[in-house]
């Protein structure tokens, strides 16, 4: 029987203004620099959704740096939950 390992995983959804102010690009370079794995998105209301996955103190920065992102992002809201996710070799953006 082979066991499955699971790694610490988060899903966050960000509001307010991160689409068109490098919100994507910048949360995965912050991701990369963090050694998480996962991916980044518009949603089409405007918001951005990222499922970041890695050690639990590394989520715990990523979390902190969504409420800042990029220098133009203006955030209103981060909410983060856990989540399960099949496990990716890099962070993208989608």
């Known amino acids: 029987m082979t066991q ?3 790694v610490p995983c988060i899903r ?8 068109g102010v490098y919100y ?4 995965r370079r912050e991701a990369e620099a963090l050694g998480l794995t996962g991916w980044v998105s518009n949603l089409p209301d405007g918001r951005v959704e ?3 996955m890695g050690a639990e103190h590394a989520l715990r920065q990523l979390q902190d740096w969504l409420w800042q992102g990029p220098p133009n992002a203006q955030v209103t809201g981060v909410r983060c939950e ?3 996710h099949e496990p990716l ?6």
Do not use: D, K, Y
């Open 12 to 19: 966050c959804l960000v509001s307010g203004r991160v689409q």
């Open 4 to 6: 499955t390992i699971r």
């Open 24 to 27: 994507r690009a910048t949360t």
């Open 50 to 52: 990222l499922v970041a």
């Open 82 to 84: 856990h989540a399960e």
């Open 89 to 94: 070799p890099r962070f993208e953006v989608r």
